[in-house]
């Protein structure tokens, strides 16, 4: 790795040195090769797993943890910083630099009462989620490995600590903003500085003056919202939106609780400690923009408050327009209609919200139901799809209308195959996740991991030796719900 210091070197004062604690008898339980191409790595070896288990200095490293503050669950938390995440520095990559992180390297400044470590289970699930989300190309933070260890660490009962090693374009979160507008003396300096720093380092085509800031919030706003309609199209669940958990630069950021959605249910929870819904699955939009309102609270120091509410007026333009465009893509709807992109998008977007409440209706899993629309023959009444449905009039009134929205395919076998380019047959359900963690535990055995890793780069692809991967879950694997105890 060969790393560059910008962060720590530009921006004293915004982090405090901590040095990760090496873990007992490391191993490595994953590796992703499409994430260490990122930083010029190629494969695993045996310095590189000293390095980042933290048994030996990774030469260039700078290690630090980052102060960041946020609303957590609605209420807001002064101060929390890198408790548990320790980053390396930034290393350089082909395209581009990627914050080298060591997430459960040891306790922190900002640790308080916890351990600073992350348990094996918790791990291997951002490993996993992280490289299967940017296979299915939503915008997210990639892991570059998994490391288990025998250090045990006690949480409800003893388990054994585990690293991952995330790789993230930025660490700045919403919640970096909030700290230093409200905790800090003088903050519009410290903001400015950040801002700044921001920009040059993730949005260089902005330049740092008020005209950049003004559009770079409008950026923050549509990455933010490209982000959760990815999310809301593929089906996850992220489960702890809190702003300290919202990426600056638009990525999927911190993996807890998540969940992709087995049955369609928009009131879907995933998070054990979520009581009240606050970050159900249908929720998610809608809290998107409650976190960039918090964000732009923290910002009139530096930007025009008609500004940030201008910007934050394009949020829901923006999420429908990707939400609609990506599901077009997975249901088949071209655009090439006489009716202005404003109305189809509007029709559309109804049709699209009949088709989940469909869904929801006569419980079926979303993804499995989306990979069926790659078997359609749209001239047909008949489908595996129909074939599903407790509620037939409801399907063949919905179809009919979908029907006419298609209109002629020309070429059905390669109108479905443009469908299966849409629309996975694999994604991460829990229950994978959790037989994979089963074998570690019971059995040290991380080959149900590496498959599922494998079979997850590929999620477009009928693999049909993989099928059972592709089925619903088991009794015992049904709204499985993750606690936070992570
Ligand atoms: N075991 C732990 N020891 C110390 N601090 C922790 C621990 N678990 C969580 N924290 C801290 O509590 C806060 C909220 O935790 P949260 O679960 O959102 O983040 P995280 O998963 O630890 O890390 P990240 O947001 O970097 O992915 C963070 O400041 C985090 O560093
Ligand atoms: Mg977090």
Same mark, same amino acid.
Not at 105 to 122: I, K, L
Not at 150 to 171: C, F, G, M, N, Y
Not at 456 to 462: G, I, K, V
């Given at each position: ?58 030469? !260039? ?58 348990? %094996? ?64 003396? !003088? ?53 702890? %939106?809190?702003?300290?958990? %919202? ?29 009240? !819904? ?209």
């Amino acid at each position: 790795m060969r790393f560059k210091q910008d962060f720590f070197e530009q921006l004293d004062g915004f982090y405090s040195q901590a040095y990760p604690q090496g873990i007992s008898n490391p191993h490595w339980l994953g590796w992703s090769d499409a994430a260490a191409k990122l930083i010029g790595l190629d494969k695993p070896n045996h310095e590189l797993l000293m390095q980042l288990s933290a048994n030996a200095a990774a030469p !260039g490293a700078s290690y630090y943890a980052q102060v960041y503050s946020g609303h957590q669950f609605g209420g807001y938390t002064p101060r929390l910083g890198d408790g548990r995440s320790i980053i390396l520095g930034e290393a350089i990559g082909p395209d581009g630099a990627w914050d080298v992180a060591l997430k459960g390297g040891g306790p922190t400044p900002y640790s308080r009462h916890g351990d600073g470590r992350a348990v %094996m289970r918790s791990a291997v699930r951002e490993f996993l989620v992280s490289e299967a989300l940017a296979a299915l190309s939503v915008p997210t933070t990639r892991a570059l490995a998994v490391i288990g260890s025998d250090l045990p660490v006690w949480r409800e009962s003893q388990e054994t600590a585990a690293i991952t090693v995330r790789l993230a374009k930025s660490h700045i979160r919403f919640g970096h903003f909030e700290y230093f507008c409200y905790s800090e003396k !003088g903050a519009p300096d410290k903001l400015t500085q950040l801002l700044n720093f921001t920009i040059t380092q993730h949005f260089p085509h902005l330049t740092t003056d008020a005209a950049g800031y003004k559009q770079w919030f409008v950026e923050v706003v549509q990455l933010t919202a490209k982000m959760i309609a990815h999310w809301q199209a593929v089906g996850f669940a992220h489960g702890v %939106m809190n702003t300290d958990n %919202m990426s600056i630069v638009g990525d999927t950021f911190d993996f807890g609780p998540f969940a992709f959605l087995d049955t369609f249910k928009e009131s879907f929870i995933c998070n054990h400690s979520d009581h009240d !819904g606050r970050y159900a699955f249908g929720q998610q939009p809608g809290i998107g923009l409650w976190n960039l309102k918090r964000l732009a609270q923290a910002l009139p120091p530096i930007i025009a408050s008609d500004d940030l509410i201008a910007a934050l007026n394009t949020y829901q333009p923006s999420l429908v327009n990707h939400y609609v465009s990506l599901m077009r893509e997975k249901l088949g709807l071209s655009t090439d209609s006489d009716l202005d992109n404003a109305e189809q998008e509007k029709q559309d977007l109804a049709f699209i919200s009949q088709f989940t409440v469909m869904l929801e209706n006569n419980q079926l899993d979303y993804t499995n139901s989306l990979r069926k629309i790659g078997t359609i023959d749209i001239s047909s009444q008949h489908s595996l799809l129909r074939d599903d449905m407790l509620d037939v009039h409801q399907f063949d009134s919905w179809f009919q209308a979908y029907q006419s929205r298609v209109g002629q395919v020309s070429d059905v076998a390669a109108w479905q195959h443009e469908r299966n380019q849409h629309n996975p047959k694999y994604i991460l359900r829990n229950y994978l996740a959790q037989e994979a963690i089963i074998d570690i535990e019971e059995k040290a055995d991380n080959s149900k991991l590496l498959q599922l890793q494998q079979l997850l780069t590929r999620p477009f692809d009928e693999q049909p030796e993989m099928n059972d991967f592709a089925k619903r879950p088991p009794q015992w694997g049904q709204g499985l719900v993750m606690s936070c105890s992570s």
